[in-house]
């Protein structure tokens, strides 16, 4: 009776550890819970998106041409001819097929007019031209003909065309894609979630057999007599394997509320803060099945745990002394000096599975991002209020705006397609404008040369088995469509781009059914672009120059894109050529300055980064005089300050007003300064001022009026053009001329500007007043400057698109590779903060079973540790030595973890069972990644022995003898 009461007790009764394992398991479920929820919905709102995009038909490209339609099925023969001269593909219709097509009476396609003259491979034929069908899936290049014509041409290969009775079709490529896509995508996605299954459930057989190992060395001595009166190892076995059974059940139980309830906490929080969080989390009853399924085998992996656990208890004799206390032995050189060396394996084996799913997170958002993102440097434009990036249609003469401000761009189309079951993504790209944005490289093969050619990722490649000079049959991405296409390369890019089959703009337009002229996006700059993400905000030259002095041309960059780029910037002027190289940071504006030798009279053209502006080189000695006010009050004295294009001031000139009534004029020398006052005349009217120096004269108008007020000179300047990436400056000039103190307010206006100011001037003093005018589309827009009563104006010109401008300011740039700018972000709102949610559960989840491996590695050494204790070691020494050993287990535990992860998930992932919408997941380590993902577990690590060493530091050295039941 006594036995079967300690059984119940030992089943049941659970002390303070157990509880803090029961929670361990809860995290890890909790975990697994949050992330098959996350996953689920994830794949069900991208699935719900695309259920409108299915097909009912999969289309096979054959060699040959079959003499039989297979059932529900039709041959459509394929072959090309020319007429006039140009190749054209040539499909025929046969009579009877699943797309409800009728033959043409004749020839169908892009000729229009009279009959027309085929040649093909073993014929030539006429035939009428024909009306081409609205529905017809047929690239509009193509022509459509009925069957028989195309098989008397010499059709040498085929599509065949069959009702689809899956939305996965085994073969073939379904005639809509986007749901195809998404449901294989949704298969990988388990996959993986699979791979990361099967590490959840090591972390849960680590804190298992640690916890339950544990009770069994506390409880020795009464399983040991249970054993001595007669209970079998058989039973004792299963006792412990069933207690630990429970403790894991009542963890998977309280994780699995977690798990529902955290990720849900999280979007809910994002609402109230105000973020975008449109992911709709709810166990439905496939969630709730698969669910089930891993916390039951969560639960079989605890009890099998446990049996293992019960090892030394039920080998040999019961009375046999076969305690699994470790060797006093360090293990291996610079090893633990006080904790099993033994603690190294599950220490390796729970940072081994915390470094695996830091990666596979980190792959897992690169692959999302990259279904809708750009990757690479550089930024994406958007139409402005599209919802992603399938929706938005943007003028591809963006790009070319782009390329006129010196910034690479690329117009890209984006296409979700399937082919025999497996997800793929593709892009409709030109692939040189392609190529300029991004890292690819071509490793085999040629770049495409006409719209029926295509290139493929190395990776893709490998996944659909295809090398240059194959030919895939191709369906529609959110259209039902047709088309071939001909491999002619093989490129190579970092990751989730490795992963894409780039077509033609026209040939993905067909897919996509994007107008022509249009595209999704627009990707700008790339590290390998020659001009980076830096873009041209505008280029100044001077209006005037001294012969013999420099020409300062300045050009305005801003860095437009997300990380550091260079540019090289050329200027020339008048057979002077300069060149400079520019660093940017992200997002960063320089004003960069070359200064070029004027060496001839005469009209010339400044050439600055593409920009062009006419410069008048004038003899050094011409006059120039600061500003003067158009009116003032008679016999005012007004001052006159002359110098020259070259700066200098001008000593001796002679300076006069007039002529007055009498036909003599005030006339006034300058000083060494260049300043001289004259007097203005007594009667109102409009006088001349003339500026005489030897020969070099400058003249000015200036009204004397009645009680006029004393009004400063105002000069306002602004660069004569600006790019739509520009923001000018307006530069005011303001003199006062007076022999009295002026204060005024002084206004600029112009577009998106209206800055006020106090202008305090003492007599002969000036001040230079800016303003920053606000981006604006192209044309000529007007600058007003007011100081006082005196006015000043001017107008700049804006070129480009003015449709770009727009499309910059509403859409912004989105970051390439791992985003938030992907079609999954952009569709379900943050993601990421749910996501990140998990992250934290994850690593509660690994501290817990780390302390659980040290709990039990410091409860093996609790004997030793308490006769330190007795003999006087204060706690902080125990603290010490478990960290210290802690640290000696730790670093090789993290350096192997590192490297194992690495190791196996580049294995699972070359074998295919790390993919995600058809993307492989290959997980890699940056140099800049390994030092802060080695660091962050080997901090784990000594969090969790800190928590189990303070726990046992603070006890008395009985309890450390005694055991803690």
Do not use: K
């Amino acid at each position: 009776m006594a036995a079967v009461s300690y059984r119940r007790a030992l089943l049941t009764r659970w002390s303070v550890r157990d509880r803090l394992a029961v929670l361990v398991v809860a995290v890890t479920a909790a975990f697994l819970v949050g992330t098959v929820l996350v996953l689920l919905a994830v794949s069900g709102q991208a699935t719900a998106m695309a259920a409108e995009h299915g097909a009912d038909a999969a289309v096979v490209l054959t060699n040959d041409v079959p003499a039989d339609a297979p059932a529900d099925a039709a041959v459509f023969p394929l072959t090309e001819a020319r007429v006039a001269g140009e190749r054209h593909t040539v499909v025929g219709v046969p009579a009877a097929n699943p797309l409800g097509l009728d033959p043409p009476d004749g020839v169908a396609g892009p000729l229009a007019g009279g009959p027309l003259t085929l040649a093909g491979p073993d014929a030539t034929l006429t035939r009428a031209s024909a009306e081409r069908a609205v529905d017809d899936p047929f690239p509009d290049g193509w022509l459509v003909t009925d069957a028989a014509t195309a098989r008397d041409l010499g059709a040498d290969r085929a599509l065949v065309v069959r009702g689809a009775d899956s939305a996965v079709p085994p073969r073939g490529a379904p005639l809509v894609g986007a749901l195809a896509f998404f449901l294989a995508g949704t298969a990988g996605v388990l996959e993986t979630l699979g791979v990361v299954c099967a590490g959840v459930a090591v972390l849960v057989g680590v804190v298992a057999f640690s916890v339950t190992r544990m009770t069994v060395r506390e409880r020795r001595s009464t399983l040991v007599a249970l054993r001595a009166t007669g209970a079998s190892a058989r039973r004792i076995r299963l006792l412990v394997a069933a207690r630990a059974g429970l403790l894991t059940l009542a963890g998977a139980v309280l994780g699995y509320a977690l798990g529902v309830i955290a990720p849900n906490a999280a979007a809910t929080a994002a609402v109230r803060l105000g973020l975008p969080v449109g992911l709709p989390i709810t166990v439905d009853a496939r969630a709730a099945a698969l669910v089930g399924a891993l916390l039951l085998a969560l639960v079989c992996v605890g009890a099998l745990a446990g049996a293992l656990a019960a090892r030394p208890v039920v080998r040999g004799a019961p009375l046999d002394d076969d305690t699994d206390a470790a060797s006093d032995a360090r293990g291996w050189p610079g090893g633990p000096a006080l904790l099993p060396a033994r603690a190294v394996v599950p220490t390796t084996a729970t940072l081994t599975v915390f470094v695996a799913f830091v990666l596979v997170v980190a792959a897992l958002g690169g692959v999302l991002g990259s279904l809708g993102a750009t990757g690479g440097a550089g930024g994406v434009v958007t139409e402005p209020g599209a919802v992603h990036p399938v929706d938005s249609h943007v003028p591809v003469a963006y790009a070319d705006e782009l390329r006129r401000s010196g910034v690479a761009a690329s117009p890209e189309i984006l296409l979700f397609l399937a082919h025999d079951g497996r997800a793929f993504p593709a892009r409709g790209v030109d692939f040189d404008a392609y190529r300029a944005v991004s890292d690819a490289d071509l490793v085999a093969g040629r770049a495409p040369a006409a719209s029926d050619e295509a290139v493929v990722g190395a990776d893709l490649a490998r996944t659909l088995g295809v090398a240059p000079g194959d030919s895939l049959a191709l369906g529609g991405s959110t259209v039902s469509a047709v088309a071939t296409v001909d491999i002619v390369g093989i490129y190579d890019a970092p990751g989730a781009a490795d992963d894409h089959l780039l077509v033609s703009l026209p040939l993905a337009r067909h897919l996509e059914g994007v107008p022509d002229g249009a595209a999704n996006v627009v990707r700008y700059g790339g590290a390998r672009a020659a001009n980076g993400t830096i873009a041209v905000l505008g280029a100044s030259a001077p209006e005037r120059v001294a012969r013999g002095e420099p020409v300062t041309l300045r050009v305005r960059l801003r860095n437009v894109g997300d990380a550091a780029a260079t540019r090289t910037i050329s200027a020339s002027f008048d057979g002077a050529r300069e060149t400079r190289t520019v660093a940017l940071d992200a997002g960063e504006r320089r004003v960069v300055s070359v200064d070029l030798a004027a060496t001839a009279a005469g009209t010339h053209t400044a050439r600055i980064a593409g920009a062009t502006r006419r410069v008048r080189v004038v003899a050094p000695g011409t006059l120039t005089l600061a500003p003067l006010p158009e009116r003032g009050p008679p016999n005012a004295s007004l001052g006159v300050t002359v110098g020259t294009v070259a700066g200098e001031r001008v000593d001796g000139a002679r300076v006069a007003v007039g002529p007055r009534p009498n036909g003599t004029s005030a006339t006034n020398v300058t000083g060494a300064d260049g300043e001289t006052r004259v007097r203005l005349p007594a009667t109102p009217g409009r006088y001349e001022l003339r500026v005489v120096a030897g020969e070099r004269s400058a003249t000015r108008t200036v009204r004397v009026v009645d009680g006029a007020a004393r009004a400063p000179g105002v000069r306002l300047t602004v660069p004569d053009r600006v790019s739509v990436f520009g923001a000018p400056r307006a530069t005011l000039r303001v003199t006062n001329p007076w022999r009295t103190p002026l204060e005024r307010a002084a206004l600029v206006e112009g577009p998106g500007v209206e800055r006020t100011t106090t202008v305090a001037l003492d007599p002969g003093a000036e001040r230079t007043v800016t303003a920053a005018l606000a981006r604006r589309p192209p044309g000529s827009y007007d600058v007003t400057a007011r100081v006082g009563n005196a006015t000043a104006r001017a107008r700049y010109r804006v070129t480009g698109d003015a449709r770009l401008a727009n499309a910059l300011a509403a859409s912004g740039r989105d970051a390439g590779g791992v985003g938030t700018g992907g079609i999954l972000a952009r569709a379900f709102g943050n993601l990421g903060l749910v996501l990140a949610t998990l992250l934290g559960l994850g690593v509660l989840m690994t501290v817990g079973s780390v302390v659980a491996t040290f709990a039990d590695a410091v409860q093996a050494r609790r004997r030793d540790l308490g006769v330190h204790r007795a003999l006087g070691a204060a706690p902080r020494w125990v603290v010490r030595t478990v960290l210290a050993d802690a640290a000696r287990i730790a670093l090789p535990a993290t350096v192997a973890g590192v490297v194992l992860a690495w190791l196996a998930l580049r294995a699972l992932s070359w074998a295919g069972l790390l993919t995600a919408f058809g993307v492989r997941v290959a997980p890699s380590v940056p140099l800049w990644t390994v030092v802060p993902v080695a660091a962050g577990t080997f901090a784990l690590a000594l969090v969790g022995a800190g928590a189990v060493a303070v726990r046992d530091a603070r006890r008395d050295p009985s309890q450390l003898f005694g055991g803690d039941r």
